[in-house]
């Protein structure tokens, strides 16, 4: 049998073994410890402030408090089962810290409100954190965009070579993605910066507190309007898990194209020893464990996502104890995330190295200019759909000849259509066909220095 528990005397006995393992929550959401102690600070300040308890009450519960938090980082403080969950713990160790005056911290507040408060809390830094994992990420990006302007890549589309770019180009378009979920993590932050505390059980309460006072006292931008909603509402969270699974999608497509580059197939890139793995078999294999674990990951973040949903909609107003399920998904959530930043921040800026040689040959090899033959002929007058037609054409007899356009004389140009001269040479070479895609977000080099600069001074902002 376990201890009886805090609730109250309408208990004759203690909870089944069994059972309080199943209900406690200590074992994963003793890592809002930090955050519960923070809270329960600003709730006995604000006690005093508004004459609840005595000024010597207030400062004897938040002196106690940091004791516990010291206790807590030395390890002297480790909440085993019977604690049940991590506001229990921290009250009970107070209550042993500072006698009877650990009693009254509970005054006018509910565990709703307060786990509310301590994932709030907990999800403001991690946002912080993950935020500047993100500009480091984008710094690396941009770190190897700057000195590949003018290496070129072939650029796919439905994976068939599409036309060439510049590798910046490319690179950016995951920058901007990162840029995105950064901007993204800045709005989830202004929902999440809500205070909950105050709402009591759900109904609020009958002292005369001052929600106001707590909120500002943790730096909340505001308060929940209703105190129903404020102990029930899990959006944040939702929204949080959103974010986050975006910026997996986007780490997961960029590991795609890092697995596919490293291939035999492509090689485009070389894996450096420190990033890569070999086989216990297979002794000329090296693999590309970083990006496929990234990849893998994914999954696990889109199964929070979809578990915080269905956790949610099924749920009558107020707290039901489904809300505890909440915790894990988002603590897995955030560590993976950040791990695989962290990883793909490490896989670019030291585990490979683009093979420009073969980048280079790459894009000589294959028919990507020949959107730049019709454009040749559409500026100089032949309607455009006529144009790609006849170059249709000449793909297939090229093709069946074993030819690139490159190849072609002069005359087999003039033979197609007059108007062909012979700086078609120049307009088909890779570095012109990317050159000359100089609209505004294209690939054309000068449009990707502009895009550089305009990055560079997005990633030197402050993160918040
Ligand atoms: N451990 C609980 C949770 O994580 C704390 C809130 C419990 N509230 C309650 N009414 N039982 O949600």
């Known amino acids: 049998m376990t201890e009886k528990q805090t609730w109250s005397q309408r208990f004759e006995s203690a909870l089944h073994p069994a059972i309080a393992r199943f209900n406690a929550s200590i074992s994963f959401d003793i890592e809002l410890i ?7 600070q600003a709730h006995a300040k604000m006690l005093a402030h508004t004459g609840i308890i005595s000024p010597e009450e207030g400062e004897q519960l938040v ?32 209550t042993e810290i500072v006698g009877d005056v650990g009693k009254k911290l509970h005054t006018a507040r509910s565990r709703n409100d307060q786990v509310g408060t ?30 590949h302007v003018e290496t070129l890549i072939p650029g796919y589309t439905h994976l068939q070579r599409a036309q060439p770019l510049s590798l910046a180009h490319h690179l950016l378009a995951y920058f901007q993605m990162a840029q995105r979920d950064w901007e993204r993590l800045e709005d989830v932050y202004s929902r999440v910066n809500i205070s909950p505390l105050g709402c009591g059980a759900l109904a609020g309460t009958t002292f005369p507190i001052d929600r106001h006072y707590t909120a500002e006292l943790l730096k909340f931008d505001s308060v929940y309007a209703n105190s129903l909603d404020g102990v029930s509402d899990r959006d944040f969270a939702i929204e949080f898990l959103c974010a986050a699974s975006l910026i997996m999608v986007h780490l997961s497509r960029l590991s795609e194209e890092v697995i596919l580059w490293s291939s035999e197939e492509f090689r485009f890139i070389t894996l450096k020893d420190s990033c890569a793995t070999g086989s216990s078999i ?18 696990r973040v889109f199964g929070h996502l979809q578990a915080m949903l269905v956790i949610m909609k099924g749920l009558p107003l107020a707290y039901n104890k489904d809300l505890q399920e909440d915790k894990e998904g988002i603590f897995d959530s955030v560590n993976t995330v950040k791990a695989c930043l962290e ?46 037609n006849l170059v249709g054409k000449v793909v297939k007899t090229s093709m069946a000849a074993g ?7 002069l005359e087999e140009w003039q033979q197609l259509h007059p108007v062909f001269a012979a700086d078609i040479y120049e307009a088909i070479s890779p570095r012109q066909v990317v050159s000359a895609r100089n609209s505004y977000g294209g690939t054309g080099f000068v449009q990707v220095r502009q895009a550089l600069i305009t990055a560079r001074t997005q990633v030197s902002h402050e993160y918040l």
């Open 34 to 40: 930090e955050y519960d102690i923070t809270g329960s």
């Open 282 to 299: 297979m002794p000329q294999k090296k693999n590309p464990d970083v990006p496929e674990l990234v990849r893998g990951k994914t999954g």
């Open 343 to 388: 990883a793909m921040t490490i896989l670019l800026r030291e585990g490979l190295e683009f093979r420009t040689q073969r980048l280079a040959e790459a894009v000589t090899e294959d028919f990507s200019n020949a959107t730049d033959v019709a454009d040749y002929l559409a500026a100089r007058g032949v309607p455009f759909r006529e144009a790609y």
């Open 403 to 409: 030819k690139l356009l490159k190849d072609l004389q």
């Open 63 to 94: 002196t106690g408090l940091e004791q516990v938090r010291q206790e807590y980082r030395q390890r002297k403080f480790q909440p085993g089962i019977d604690a049940e969950d991590v506001h229990f713990a921290v009250e009970k160790r107070l």
């Open 118 to 147: 301590d994932t709030r809390l907990y999800l403001r830094d991690q946002i912080q954190q993950i935020r500047q994992y993100l500009r480091e990420f984008q710094t690396v990006l941009l770190d190897i965009a700057e000195q």
